[in-house]
């Protein structure tokens, strides 16, 4: 095959790929579209197969990346169009690190364990200080409701397998293995229809949901506080609190450290006393760290205020690399000095439960990792309430892919999520996945609805934490062996 055809099929087959996430189209096409790709892996000779790999995967990350240009607004111009290339470069090595492997194990029978290689590095890449699992294949199921129910199967990673699995039948050299997406797709369809159940849940809690919609450029100027704390106020004071149980505001709604906003402080408290409710709301906190050097760590938090509960703070735990914490610099420290545009915020280091209704806060980020609702889930919450601002992604497809990251993770672990999104999407998600209601990007409104109390049993809720760790471990037992097969090999060349 000539390096060419290698580089269009590559181009083709990465690009259709990138249209199979929501909010685009394509969706369950995400079972075929890679199968040139593996056409490519299987014809052409190794340098261009890993090339042309690389380019496509380039290709495909630019698709769906782009909007991380917004998200680095805060830095100079030239390093923001530097750590935009060097992000998508960065993450267009995990598919070339795929394409090595299948290269080498191709005309063996370790060929067919290659999908639960594939699973096993999207669990890579959701771990450690520079994790991201934001574009794992499973997620392509998003589109349909019915496809989503495979999560609860074999969760997010496993579904990324199945997909895997199918375009390497479709680009196989035996022609009756062509047929295998066509069938996967209707068993995933009409088993999902099947096992999606609409029975309405015997409790539940009245939740109401703020969306300011405040622009980003405004949200963190000092010059704007006032203005933006009025749009925040103006809008919750047109509520109606009667038989709301909850009330939900935004990641960091009031953008200042809450120990210091002692107007904002009482104000909430006081509301919250006088109609026998709760907020939530997200702000900064600051606070002196243990040791010697009594650092002034700085939190991402929300904050409850509630008619007979105590006021309590969640701090956020998994913090987004670069953006609120350059990783690492725990064991460098040096890199606390260079100045990269982001924040320096420190980590919380414990899952609430808070009242009423048995919920846990996640903030942002977190909610995108199935681990954290799991563990939440065991903790005993009925539900999560996820606060975001995703104002930083401006009118992109960043906050669609959010959504249905947070969705998707959902489903998985059998339980629901209310999302508070400063420029949405804000929304109910039922465990099932249903959305009970949503907003557009950019509505400035209140929705008001009933959170169900009762969590889905899922078989991945249960045994999901070992199957990741399994993947993880054999995913790199697969680099080890690779890496020492190339070593005998060279060492036989030179003998």
Not at 140 to 160: H, K, P
Not at 210 to 238: A, C, G, R
Not at 447 to 459: A, S
Request: one cysteine or more; hydrophobic letters at 50%; glycine letters at 8%.
């Amino acid at each position: 095959m000539s390096i060419k055809r290698a580089i269009l099929l590559s181009l083709v087959s990465w690009t259709l790929l990138a249209l199979c996430y929501p909010p685009f189209p394509l969706g369950p096409l995400a079972l075929a579209v890679l199968a040139p790709w593996f056409y490519v892996l299987r014809m052409a000779n190794k340098k261009g197969a890993l090339g042309a790999s690389y380019l496509g995967a380039f290709a495909f990350n630019a698709i769906s990346m782009y909007w991380l240009y917004h998200v680095g607004e805060v830095a100079p111009p030239a390093l923001i169009f530097s750590g935009l290339f060097l992000a998508i470069a960065y993450l267009s090595l995990f598919p070339l690190l795929c394409a090595w492997i299948f290269v080498k194990i191709k005309d063996s029978r370790l060929r067919f364990l290659f999908p639960l290689f594939w699973a096993g590095i999207e669990v890579l890449r959701s771990k450690g200080d520079m994790s991201f699992p934001w574009l794992s294949l499973g997620l392509t199921f998003g589109n349909s409701i019915e496809l989503m129910q495979a999560f609860t199967l074999f969760g997010v990673f496993g579904c990324s397998a199945l997909i895997v699995a199918s375009n390497m039948c479709l680009a196989a050299k035996k022609k009756k293995l062509v047929f295998v997406p066509l069938a996967l797709a209707a068993v995933l369809y009409i088993g999902g229809a099947l096992a999606y159940d609409e029975t309405p849940a015997s409790d539940s809690i009245t939740v109401a949901v703020v969306q300011p919609s405040i622009h980003q450029t405004e949200k963190w100027s000092k010059t704007y506080y006032d203005s933006v704390m009025n749009q925040t106020w103006n809008l919750f004071e047109t509520l109606d609190p009667s038989g709301v149980q909850l009330i939900l505001f935004p990641e960091t709604a009031i953008p200042a450290n809450m120990h210091v906003s002692i107007l904002e402080y009482d104000f909430l408290q006081t509301y919250a006393e006088k109609n026998n409710t709760a907020i939530v709301i997200g702000a900064l906190s600051r606070a002196r760290g243990a040791g010697s050097e009594k650092r002034l760590n700085v939190y991402n938090s929300v904050f409850l205020f509630g008619f007979g509960y105590p006021a309590a703070e969640y701090r956020k735990m998994h913090l987004v690399p670069f953006s609120e914490r350059v990783p690492f610099d725990n064991i460098f420290p040096i890199v606390n000095y260079v100045d990269l545009g982001g924040g320096d915020f420190s980590p919380g280091d414990s899952l609430e439960i808070w009242q009423p209704g048995n919920y846990s806060p996640l903030i942002c980020y977190e909610a995108i990792y199935g681990d954290i609702l799991r563990a939440a889930k065991r903790k005993g919450a009925k539900f999560i309430t996820n606060h975001t601002n995703d104002g930083w992604f401006k009118k992109s497809i960043a906050p669609y892919q959010h959504f249905n990251l947070v969705r998707s993770h959902a489903v998985e672990n059998g339980i629901g999520v209310i999302r508070s999104a400063n420029t949405g999407i804000s929304a109910f998600i039922a465990p099932n996945g249903q959305i009970i209601e949503k907003t557009e990007l950019f509505d400035k409104k209140i929705i008001v609805n009933d959170m169900p109390l009762e969590t889905r049993w899922t078989l991945y809720g249960v045994i999901g934490d070992y199957i990741e760790w399994i993947l993880f471990a054999f995913s790199l037992g697969m680099i080890v062996a690779a890496k020492i097969s190339l070593k005998i090999k060279r060492a036989l060349n030179r003998s």
